[in-house]
């Protein structure tokens, strides 16, 4: 199946699988150098949206992502502004798919980062994901659609990089004004980063590299089964082999099931939390990385999708969904079941028309 | 020969509506997209099915594939 060295795909999986493990040696929290689905959580809390008060800063690295790949999408033309596929839909999947994650403690991204540092107890979170993505292409091979964008007004394309530059104004008066309505923990996860240039620069760097190499770890796998396209696939074994390698490098590989960094061992909620993930990820077209490239590059609707997880987040804090690392919160299962109907109520009656 | 207009799908639709007209045996189809990734995941997958790929591109961003059965 491998016909050609994906090019791009590999040289993003290069560079992520080196710079995440980095910035968590620069201070980010362990196995969490670099995670879509905690850090706009982290940046929920920030912005009040949620009052768990060890999982508060604004990610310089998420803004870094948006305003990389916005930079990308200009230079190689590929800016455009686009909106109008069942906004709400979108909406809703992010807040799942951010439930789901919360639950299993980490989006796919963070996933690959904890089982290439030996954390055992994301196998599960593995083998959820890969039965999450595969619930959604039958759903696709059956139909699945949520309809068709439409070219959009430019300035509709410019609210996300916009709403980076303001979270990166926000950040700044966080850090160094006065008087500041912005939250940042003062312990826990949320008080442990990389020093703000370097997240930042390392957040450009991949939205840059992203947005070329459309890097996305759903899409490596349901490309793989779907099409039989390894091409994204390649980037993503490229992504947790250096990962691996740099990890032994750091001295951050400590393999097990026991006291790994921010994860639980509760094996069927980490497969479950990652089944709901995976499915809503897939129905929405793209791990929320990727969505915060797309949406960098005008994508209106992936912007929608971005809410939908910071509000998501909030839900995951507020209603006692997340999981910490003493285990899955109390509304956790109920609240899976009910994205998991949700997500295949849409996933069998969504279709295009025609 | 057939016309498939997948502007405005997002992923992975524009590439399987693709797919599943040559799993049906067309042999010669025209395919209009206006996205970035939707045109490279076409184009690939177009020649690694063996078809031949013409492209023409139009000032409003659509890009007009004729995918020909080698």
Same mark, same amino acid.
């Given at each position: ?9 590999? #040289?993003?999986? #290069? ?21 879509? =689905? ?14 768990? @008060? ?19 999408? $200009?230079?190689?033309?590929? $800016? ?49 994901? &890969?039965?999450? %993505?595969?619930?959604? &292409? ?26 980076? !530059? #303001?979270?990166? =104004? ?9 008087? *500041? ?35 996305? *770890?759903?899409? @490596? /796998? ?7 396209? *390894? ?8 992504? /947790?082999?250096?990962?691996?390698? *740099? ?27 990652? !089944? ?7 129905? !929405? ?7 915060? !490239? ?9 912007? /929608? ?10 839900? =995951?804090?507020? $209603? ?5 690392? =003493? ?13 998991? %109907? ?5 996933? #069998? ?6 | ?38 045109? +490279? ?22 890009? +007009? ?6």
């Amino acid at each position: 199946m491998v016909r050609k060295l994906a090019y791009w795909p590999i #040289v993003a999986g #290069v560079i992520f699988g080196v710079a995440a493990p980095v910035l968590a040696k620069f201070g980010n929290p362990g196995n969490m150098g670099m995670c879509a =689905a905690c850090f706009l959580r982290d940046i929920s809390g920030a912005l009040g949206f949620h009052g768990a @008060a060890i999982v508060q800063y604004i990610r310089p690295e998420i803004i870094g992502l948006i305003l990389g790949a916005f930079v990308s999408s $200009f230079l190689f033309k590929e $800016f455009k502004p686009r909106a109008g596929s069942a906004p709400l839909a979108r909406f809703f999947l992010g807040v799942f798919a951010m439930i789901g994650a919360l639950v299993f403690l980490g989006c796919p991204w963070r996933m690959f980062l904890r089982l290439s540092a030996g954390d055992w107890t994301a196998l599960a979170g593995l083998g959820g994901l &890969i039965v999450g %993505i595969l619930m959604g &292409i039958y759903f696709f091979k059956k139909g699945f659609s949520l309809g068709r964008n439409r070219p959009a007004h430019p300035l509709v394309g410019y609210i996300m990089p916009l709403f980076g !530059v #303001v979270l990166l =104004a926000l950040l700044l008066w966080g850090m160094y004004g006065e008087a *500041t309505p912005v939250k940042f923990s003062t312990k826990g996860p949320g008080s442990m980063y990389a020093p703000l240039f370097i997240s930042l620069g390392v957040g450009l760097l991949l939205g840059f590299v992203f947005q070329k190499s459309r890097f996305c *770890t759903i899409a @490596a /796998v349901r490309d793989t089964v779907l099409l039989k396209e *390894t091409h994204i696939l390649q980037g993503l074994v490229a992504f /947790v082999l250096l990962a691996f390698i *740099t990890n032994m490098l750091l001295g951050q590989f400590h393999a097990g099931f026991e006291k790994q960094p921010i994860a639980h061992n509760d094996a069927l909620w980490n497969f479950l939390g990652m !089944v709901l993930s995976g499915l809503a990820l897939t129905l !929405v077209g793209g791990c929320p990385g990727r969505q915060l !490239v797309l949406s960098g590059e005008g994508d209106s609707d992936a912007g /929608v999708f971005i809410m939908g997880l910071l509000v998501g987040a909030g839900v =995951a804090h507020n $209603f006692a969904l997340a999981s910490s690392p =003493a285990g899955i919160g109390a509304n956790a299962p109920f609240m899976v079941f009910a994205g998991l %109907i949700f997500c295949i109520i849409l996933g #069998v009656f969504a279709k295009e028309r025609r | 020969m057939e016309t498939i207009d997948v502007r405005g799908l997002s992923c992975p639709s524009p590439v399987l509506e693709v797919k599943q007209a040559m799993d049906r045996g067309v042999k010669s189809l025209k395919v209009l997209a206006d996205c970035g990734t939707a045109t +490279e995941n076409v184009t690939r997958f177009a020649r690694n099915a063996n078809y031949s790929v013409d492209v023409k591109t139009f000032d409003d961003g659509t890009t +007009e594939f004729t995918l020909q059965a080698q």
